[in-house]
């Protein structure tokens, strides 16, 4: 393709609501973290290393007897704010602008637990409920 020499019609679309297939055998709850599994599928967020944080699970979904791609789920895009790991995983607000990491669909870590933890997303804010966390791709 060549560069531009007039207007282009660009399509947009709306991107902090997405809809993707479901992994086999899983249970969505609303409100959890979810997370793009390496095949492109929603599966809730959990410790492992071929994950990639997208954000909140709109809508109970019950996959559990189901196959990949049996049915969708929603996700939002955003910063929601997840429970803090405990002890010396512990976020805090000297962290704030880092990485996150998942441990599972509702918490996340300071650390990557010595490379088994996928990224959330960014750290923006802590607070005494748990800690603020950008996600999306």
Known sequence: MTALNAD???PTRKSDLLER??????????GALLALDAN??????ATATTLKGVGRCEGFV??????????????????????NSTAGDAITAADIGADCYIVDDQTVAKT?????RSVAGKIMDVDAQGVWVRSGL
């Open 8 to 10: 282009r019609n660009t």
């Open 21 to 30: 297939p479901a992994a086999a055998a899983k249970r969505y709850y609303a």
């Open 40 to 45: 492109g599928r929603l599966v809730p967020g």
């Open 62 to 83: 019950d996959n559990a007897a189901g196959a990949d791609d049996a049915v969708t789920v929603k996700v939002r895009r955003g910063s929601f704010r997840w429970n």
């Open 112 to 116: 990557n637990g010595t490379n088994t």
